[in-house]
């Protein structure tokens, strides 16, 4: 019993002390040179470009069902008009961030650990070493430079056709004017909201795409070890962005508010 | 003659598994050395710390000179430039076509222009008979055509030392024939030091006895005169101890019941 909650306990420091070091290296071959300028574009569309049909139809059915489910509350006090109110401040500060991060860490999260995966596994990226190229700038770098980036901008879209289908259930099904709606949206919104729902993504998208590349990695035990490590990326990416999101959530309230 | 590779008292273990223990050898320039010995044995690792990509328990391990087993990822970049290795199965890059993963390296690299890089590449190609190959993937191909694009890959940037490991094995016996006999020329016509890590025991022998002349233009394998022959040194290697060197007639005239064993 002993032993097996030690090896549990080293192994748990072995991937903490691992990831530290991926990042540590991810950080110095994002700041010096060579740096891969086309692996990068390459990785801004497929992380980007490619997420954004998961994007607009989780955030567009987020947004419906926020103004369908508070619209019912909100009639209750007579305050059916402020619908918007509550879809623009849920969208933007927690359910736009949060459910495009767990969308990427189903789509990126897995893609990237799988294709990493697979690449350990068949000696490619020994061979990428062999051949004088470090897998990190290679490989880790563009990946965490898009995801950082792209995720920001996927959640202002997220949020943005979020509203818009709250507009559509809002003026079409709880019969609320267009003008009362998108006044009731901008009523909602403080700076400092917008300050929460554009910071927290690049810490999400960061966090999502840095586990799937050090899980991708870390794979070791054939076809079966590429399918355990798409498993534990999507695990450990999605509890990450709902932890992160609490923190970094925590801290913004206090620098902020 | 300054040795190439040099291994001495190379120790390496994975958690209790001892893999490799005392392992000692020399390479010299233009030579050849096989190592042999069952699966499991440690003959995989040897190349993977010859090219840093492991680092050894104990021992030294110099490559030209240059101790490899005490130096920085940055520090062995320089030293993998001449080195080629020629992985199992070929580890090809899967989402590249053949003329993006033979010129890797000079393409990556940029420092000869696209179209000299273009055109080593389709000489390379054309040294292993793929010239026609250039645009597929590495998925259309077959293993013994992967093979020997790894090859063309190992070889694109010009290097003085191969690494091959178990470059035949898996292959119909023509298609590894034609592996070993590229292996002939790199080493008798481009001076390639080579390190051949199988368990192929014809492969083994017949890169050992046998070599590449140029006449008339043309490529010709011929039977290789008792001192080429002897230049290509055999160890073998059981559970992780080097437990033969010597040339492949020596090999053959072994008293040792796990090499007679072996080679029977």
């Excluded at chain 2, 087993?69 to 320089?78: F, G, P, V």
């Excluded at chain 2, 890590?197 to 043309?218: I, P, Y």
């Amino acid at each position: 019993m002993f032993e097996l909650l030690e090896r549990w306990l080293k192994n748990a420091v072995l991937e903490v002390q691992e990831y530290v070091r991926l990042q540590a290296a991810t950080i110095r071959g994002a700041t010096s040179r060579p740096f891969y300028y086309r692996d990068t574009i390459e990785q801004f569309d497929e992380i980007g470009v490619g997420s954004l049909t998961v994007v607009l139809l989780t955030g567009f059915f987020t947004g419906a069902v926020l103004a369908l489910q508070s619209g019912i509350t909100l009639d209750q006090f007579g305050a059916r008009p402020f619908v918007g109110r509550l879809v623009s401040a849920s969208m933007i500060k927690e359910l736009g961030p949060v459910l495009t991060g767990l969308m990427l860490a189903g789509r990126i999260g897995s893609g990237i650990a799988a294709e990493l995966g697979s690449m350990v596994v068949t000696d490619q990226i020994n061979a990428l070493r062999a051949l004088g190229t470090d897998p990190v700038r290679k490989l880790v770098v563009p990946r965490v430079l898009a995801g950082f980036v792209m995720t920001p901008i996927l959640t202002i879209i997220a949020d943005t056709v979020g509203m818009l289908g709250g507009w559509l259930i809002a003026v079409f099904q709880l019969r609320v004017a267009s003008t009362v709606y998108w006044n009731a949206v901008i009523d909602g919104l403080y700076p400092d909201d917008a300050w929460m729902g554009i910071i927290k993504p690049f810490c999400l998208g960061y966090v999502i795409v840095s586990i799937g590349c050090h899980v991708g990695l870390r794979t070791h035990g054939g076809t079966q070890g590429v399918g355990r490590a798409t498993t534990q990326s999507v695990v450990a990416a999605s509890v990450a962005v709902i932890a992160v999101d609490f923190f970094v959530t925590r801290l913004l309230i206090t620098l902020l508010y | 003659m300054d040795a190439s590779v040099v291994l001495k008292n190379v120790s390496l273990s994975f958690d209790d598994k001892v893999v490799l223990k005392d392992v000692s050898f020399e390479l010299l320039p233009g030579h050849t050395k096989v190592i042999l010995g069952g699966s499991g044995s440690g003959k995989s690792t040897i190349l993977k710390l010859i090219l840093g990509l492991l680092k050894p328990d104990g021992g030294t391990i110099s490559v030209n000179g240059k101790r490899v087993d005490t130096m920085s990822e940055q520090e062995l970049m320089t030293v993998r430039s001449h080195i080629g290795m020629v992985f199992q199965e070929g580890a090809l890059f899967d989402s590249l076509s053949v003329e993006e993963n033979v010129g890797f390296k000079l393409y990556e690299e940029g420092n000869i222009p696209v179209d000299d890089a273009s055109r080593r590449v389709q000489e390379v190609l054309g040294f292993v008979g793929l010239h026609e190959f250039v645009d597929r993937m590495p998925s259309e191909l077959s293993g013994g055509q992967r093979r020997r694009v790894a090859i063309a890959r190992a070889m694109a940037a010009k290097p003085g030392i191969l690494l091959y490991d178990e470059a035949t094995t898996g292959l119909d016996p023509i298609t590894a024939m034609t592996v070993d006999e590229e292996m002939i020329k790199l080493r008798d016509l481009e001076g390639v030091t080579s390190i051949i890590v199988t368990h192929q025991l014809r492969d083994a022998f017949f890169v050992a006895t046998h070599e590449a002349v140029r006449q008339n233009g043309s490529i010709h394998i011929t039977q290789a005169d008792a001192q080429k022959a002897d230049e290509a040194e055999f160890v073998m290697l059981r559970d992780g101890v080097v437990s033969f060197e010597g040339n492949a007639s020596e090999l053959r005239a072994s008293k040792d019941p796990y090499i007679k064993e072996f080679l029977s």
